[in-house]
C-alpha cells in the first residue's frame, strides 16, 4: 500500500511538472501572440494615419517657354489636400519643358529641353537642385521615361521620328546615349500624320519590352532592351486603326493590361499582355470612346493617367475641352465609363486626379491656366474648385509623395 502511494505521488509529481510545462509553454505562445496582435495593431494604425488626406505631396508642373517672358519650364506646388487646391513654392529656370518623369525611386526628376534632358535632385521640401544637361543628339523630344531599374533613360521625338536610350549614373545624372533609333515610313494622312511621329516611350512592366507608341505611324513599336548595352531590338508591332493616331501609353499595375490612347480617333485601347514561349503577345480586348455621343467638332485625345490607387484611368480631350473617367475592373483590366465633363479652358493637354480620388486638376495649354475641381466618383460629377491658376501654356502635371527626409515644407 505504502509502494502504491509512493508510485501515484510520483506520478503526480509528473504529472504537475508536465502541466507546469504546458502553461509555460502556452504562456510564451500567448505572449508571443500578444506582440504579433500589438505589432498588426501598430502597423493598421500607421496605415490608418498614412492616407493621400494626411500625407504631403508636391506637384510639378512643366510648361513651354517659347513666345513667353518668363524662362520657368517648371513650376513646384505645394499640394493642400483638403481644399484640393496648390500653391506655388518656386520655379526651376529651363526652356521648354514639354514633359517630366519622376525615377521610380522617387529619388530624381528628368525634363525635356530644348538642349535635350536634364537632370534633377528631389531634395528639402520637394524642390529641385539641378544635376546635369545632356544632349539627346537631335531635335526637342517630346516624352521620357525610365525603366524600372532606374538604370536607363528613354526618350521619343515628335519632330524626327526618333527614339534616344541614355544610361542613368548611380547618382542620378544622365550618362552617354546607349542607343539611337529613327523611325521610318509614310502615314496615310497628308501634314500631321504623313511621317514618323514617336509620341511616347514606356516599358513594360516586367522591364523586358520598350514600347513606342509613334502618331504618325498608327502603331506602336515593341522593342526588347538590352540591359548591359542598353541598345534596342525591334521584336513586334502594335498596330492601331488607320488614322488614329496613337498617343500616350499606360500599363496597369500588374503589368497584364497595356492602354494606348489615340488622338485623331478619340479612343482608348486596352490590350491583354502576357508572354507566349518568350515572346510578347498583345491582344486587343476593348476599345472605348474618349468623347460622349454630342461633342464638338476638331476634337484630340491627349493626356492618359492613371490614379493614383491604379482604380481609374483618367483622359482629356483638346477641342471638346473636356476630361473623361473610367473605373477600371482590377480582374479584367476593362474600363467603364464614369462621366466625361468640360473642365473650362482650352486644350487640357493634361489632367489629373489628385492623390485622394477626390479632386481633379486639368492643365490647360492654350488658356495658359490650371483648372480645380471636386469629384464625385460615384455620381459622376466634377465642380469646379475656386478659381483657376495662371500658368504659361502647362503640358503636363506628376504629383509626388514627401518622404520623412524632405517634407520639410
Known sequence: MTADKTVKAEETKKIVKEAAKVQKKSAKVLQATKKKDEVSLSKSKKSETSSPESDKYVAYVSSYTIGNKDTNGIRVYDVDMKKGRMTEKSKINITNSSYVTISHNQKYLYSITDFGVESYKIIEGGNLKQMNT????????????????????????YHDGKITVMRLNKDGSIGEITDEIYHKGLGV???????????????????????????????????????KSGRLKEIDIIRSDEQSAPRHIKISKDGQYIYIVHELKNSIDVYHYYENNGIPEFERIQTVPTL???HANGSA????????????????NAGDN?????????????????????????????????????????C????????????????????MNGPAIEVPQPNCIIFHKLTEKNNQL
Not at 545632356?134 to 521625338?157: E, V, W
Not at 497628308?190 to 502603331?219: F, I, Q, W
Not at 485625345?301 to 482629356?316: M, P
Open 322 to 362: 473636356s476630361v473623361v473617367i473610367f473605373n477600371i475592373d482590377q480582374k479584367t483590366g476593362m474600363l467603364g465609363k464614369i462621366c466625361c465633363l468640360p473642365i473650362s479652358g482650352d486644350y487640357p493637354k493634361d489632367a489629373q486626379l489628385f492623390p485622394d480620388n477626390r479632386h481633379l486638376v486639368s
Open 134 to 157: 545632356a544632349s539627346i543628339n537631335g531635335m526637342r523630344g517630346c516624352y521620357l521615361s525610365t525603366d524600372y531599374d532606374d538604370k536607363f533613360l528613354f526618350t521619343g521625338g
Open 364 to 383: 490647360n495649354n492654350e488658356s495658359n491656366t490650371m483648372t480645380f475641381f471636386t469629384v464625385d466618383l460615384k455620381e459622376g460629377l466634377i465642380v
Open 292 to 294: 460622349n455621343d454630342y
Open 189 to 227: 494622312v497628308a501634314e500631321r500624320n504623313n511621317r514618323p511621329h514617336v509620341s511616347c516611350v514606356k516599358m513594360t512592366r516586367d522591364n523586358k519590352y520598350l514600347c513606342a507608341a509613334d502618331l504618325g505611324m498608327d502603331h506602336t513599336n515593341v522593342y526588347q532592351l538590352d540591359h
Open 301 to 316: 485625345s491627349s493626356a492618359l493617367n492613371f490614379s493614383a490607387d491604379f482604380k481609374y484611368l483618367i483622359s482629356s
